[in-house]
């Protein structure tokens, strides 16, 4: 007995161990059922969880941030382990996922809880995403770059229904016709960033 509790308390060590290797990214850029989906393909992220972030009001739902009132943009967390990925590259991923030229919104959704943010958690990130920014303006946008670039204050996560969206529910109209395309335009553009199994 004492030997099996030993190798469960080794097991949770080890566990407790790997979590602390994971760091956070929150971005930000239209449905979050889309945007889950895409940085859950990518190597080196364990997870995506959908959420709220970027207004002042506490304990959003999604029926509240629906109206566009809460100043809160439907926002995804990604755990990721930094050496196998980036946070660099997960900034690449980001602006190569969607239009970040559009105010407001992702074709078909539209307001600014749809709005396009890369949030950041020390000036060493925001630094990345700013030379990013400038690097998209100079030789892509012409200036057009309407993404924020906001510290990230507090993340609300997302009913659980809304989790793992798309992939819970493949025959969903939306799912179907806009996240799925979404997530395979992405698969196209960034082959080597994928994970085996995808």
């Known amino acids: 007995m004492k ?12 566990v407790s161990n790997a979590q602390k290797k994971q760091e956070v ?26 959420g709220y972030a970027g207004g002042n009001t506490k304990n959003p739902t999604y029926r509240k941030i629906g109206t566009g009132t809460t100043g809160h943009a439907e926002t995804v967390a990604v755990y990721y382990n930094p050496k196998k990925v980036s946070f660099k590259t997960l900034v690449k991923v980001f602006f190569g996922s969607h239009d970040p030229t559009t105010v407001n919104g992702q074709h078909p959704d539209y307001g600014t809880q749809y709005r396009s943010i890369a949030f950041y958690s ?11 920014i400038k690097i998209l303006n100079t030789q892509f946008y012409d200036n057009k770059i309407a993404t924020e670039v906001t510290k990230m204050k507090k993340f609300y996560e997302a ?4 989790q793992n969206y798309e992939r819970l529910n493949p025959n969903n109209p939306y799912v179907k016709n806009v996240s799925i395309p979404r997530l395979n335009r992405f698969k196209r553009k960034f082959p080597e960033l994928l994970k085996d199994n995808h």
Do not use: Q, R
């Open 25 to 50: 990214a929150y971005f930000a850029s239209g449905c979050f059922w889309c945007v889950e989906a895409i940085f859950e393909s990518v190597d080196g992220v364990s997870e995506a969880v959908s």
């Open 3 to 14: 030997k099996l509790i030993t190798i469960i308390f080794v097991g949770l060590i080890a």
């Open 159 to 162: 009913e659980d229904y809304h």
């Open 122 to 132: 020390n000036p060493e990130e925001k630094k990345i995403i700013e030379d990013y």
